[in-house]
């Protein structure tokens, strides 16, 4: 069983910055894939940012160039940097992580591929 913990949500004007942290931790922490999803209040869950064990990484097009996903040397602990926010960014942010292989390409990331999600921290873009 893997616990998933997000970090690093808050308020921030348009324009501004931040950065989500992902830890993974539970039993054989060999992973796989770790997702980065996000919630909009009427609106379904959407792929933000995924990143594979072999390096390859997804960015949905709303996101592509202005976030940044990584994982530290251990590879259970993601970052999600996000830079010139704006109100469309609004939303809760959820990490997925995956023991098992994730389908994880440059153009597609499944939510359904992910078996162990965090509670979520939201991310509120306003002046």
């Known amino acids: 069983q893997l616990q998933v913990v997000e970090s690093g949500g808050g308020l921030v004007q348009p324009g501004g910055s931040l950065r989500l942290s992902c830890a993974v931790s539970g039993d054989r922490l060999d992973l796989d894939g770790i997702g980065w999803f996000r919630q909009a209040p009427g609106k379904e869950r959407e792929a933000v940012s995924c990143?594979?064990?072999?390096?390859?990484?997804y960015y949905s097009n709303s996101v592509k160039g202005r976030f940044t996903i990584s994982r530290d040397s251990t590879k259970t602990t993601s970052y999600l940097e996000m830079n010139n926010l704006t109100p469309e960014d609004t939303a809760v942010y959820y990490c997925?992580?995956?023991?098992?292989?994730?389908?994880?390409?440059?153009?597609?990331?499944?939510?359904?591929?992910?078996?162990?999600w965090g509670q979520g921290t939201q991310v509120t873009v306003s002046s």
């Open positions: 990143i594979s064990s072999r390096g390859t990484t």
């Open positions: 997925a992580a995956e023991r098992r292989w994730v389908s994880i390409t440059t153009i597609r990331c499944p939510a359904s591929g992910f078996g162990s």
